[in-house]
């Protein structure tokens, strides 16, 4: 039964991975074409790394691949129509961003109205916290501090995409880790696990092309991660 479980996630995660590694090669082409690349710059203390234009439409393509996972191995529900939603305005903010910079402030718009959708029309609530025996209950307060959540976590991945593999590599560690806790608990085909080892997938093949030296930058999508 475990073998069988394993070889089941090993399909998730290396169709996923492939998906991903080839859409990279499709993303590099779009962003040349519609400008969205990292050029360095020497009136910023010449503190970018790479020497050349990067595309940095990498996190698209991580999206792209998670939606040809869930397409192939999800299962349609109210949580993950809007998580999808979610994702998908968060996506088109990056994409906005990596074209043309805009403020912060609407940045920060786009990502509470993404948190906005998972929570209110997702049902998906950070409701209470247990430590060492202990149990605090949020109540109503826990519809904003869910959202305060997701809009830090996006916006903490987007902050550390600062080094070749950084980000990407540290997410792939984190989808690996819940992944395993989850079949150690026996949560076979769960959301979580699901979700887990299609961005895996996603993301290894993405850093298969992010790896010093970086052939493509996941941009500001990378909320999305």
Do not use: W
């Amino acid at each position: 039964m475990e073998v069988k479980l394993l070889l089941d996630a090993s399909k998730i995660v290396l169709v996923t991975f492939i998906c991903s590694a080839l859409i990279m090669e499709v993303m590099k082409k779009i962003a040349a074409h519609i400008g969205a690349m990292d050029v360095p710059r020497a009136d910023e203390g010449n503190r970018h790394i790479h020497k050349v234009a990067t595309p940095k439409l990498g996190a698209v393509g991580i999206f792209l691949a998670f939606l040809i996972g869930y397409m192939l191995f999800g299962e349609q529900s109210v949580r993950m129509n809007a998580i999808l939603i979610g994702s998908f305005i968060m996506i088109l903010t990056g994409i906005m961003d990596d074209i043309k910079p805009i403020k912060a402030s609407h940045k920060m718009i786009g990502h509470i109205i993404a948190a906005s959708v998972i929570v209110f029309y997702g049902g998906i609530l950070l409701d209470q916290i247990s430590a060492f025996g202990y149990t605090l209950n949020f109540g109503i307060l826990a519809y904003p501090i869910t959202i305060l959540f997701i809009v830090a976590c996006t916006n903490i991945i987007n902050l550390i995409d600062g080094l070749d593999g950084l980000s990407s590599g540290i997410c792939s560690i984190f989808y690996i880790t819940i992944a395993t806790i989850a079949f150690y608990q026996g949560r076979y085909g769960s959301l979580v696990m699901m979700l887990s080892l299609i961005m895996l997938g996603s993301t290894l093949g993405f850093l298969l092309h992010n790896f010093n030296p970086a052939k493509i930058f996941a941009g500001d999508c990378a909320t999305f991660m």
